[in-house]
């Protein structure tokens, strides 16, 4: 057993890959005042408002980094389908991204709501939702990644919907913070630590 270094300005996270190979039983969700919108092409800075507001406590940072053309490339894409989470006053509150671009699987490429409406309940509807739109004809597959800078209730939120865990890998990368993609208080559970003195 030993321990590796990880720099400063990087982060290193377990990743759990989670898969279901047949669609679920309709099961009654909770009522909500939420509601699931089909967002086709959207915006990039719309989206990336978004994707940090919803992301942005759990550092996630990849969309961020891209820029408007490979970003438009993606989300723009007609085998991606993205919707906003929507709540009475129209204001988007959390997201869903389905990734059918491989044969027979739909990816759960990104799913959550604002920190506020954490506990609540909604995360079952949402995940409902997900799984009726996930699963078209032809899929015989769906995955979903997590990993150890979540939420700390999401691997086993995904375990409770049906998933289940098939392969874990270490992942590191720079830390979005400090690459000014996200601001320094962004995941006070996770240290910011001072940048390496070369």
């Not at 979540?150 to 830390?175: C, M, W």
Request: aromatic share 8%; net charge positive; glycine share 8%.
């Amino acid at each position: 057993m030993g321990l590796t270094p990880v720099p400063n300005d990087q982060l290193a996270t377990i990743v759990t890959t989670l898969e279901m190979t047949r669609r679920p039983p309709l099961r009654p969700t909770p009522p909500t005042p939420l509601r699931l919108l089909h967002w086709p092409a959207p915006d990039p800075d719309k989206y990336r408002a978004l994707f940090r507001r919803v992301g942005g406590p759990w550092l996630w940072y990849s969309r961020l980094a891209m820029d408007d053309a490979a970003l438009g490339g993606i989300i723009r894409d007609p085998a991606i389908s993205i919707f906003a989470v929507v709540d009475r006053a129209g204001i988007e509150v959390g997201m869903v991204e389905l990734d059918h671009r491989h044969a027979e699987t739909c990816e759960l490429a990104y799913f959550g709501l604002v920190p506020e409406l954490a506990g609540k309940g909604h995360g079952r509807w949402l995940m409902g939702e997900a799984l009726a739109r996930a699963w078209r004809a032809g899929v015989t597959r769906m995955r979903v990644n997590t990993c150890t800078l979540d939420h700390p209730s999401a691997l086993n939120f995904y375990r409770a919907q049906g998933f289940v865990a098939v392969k874990r890998t270490i992942e590191t990368f720079p830390d979005p913070r400090q690459l000014g993609l996200l601001p320094a208080d962004a995941a006070p559970h996770i240290p910011l630590l001072p940048a390496s003195r070369r």
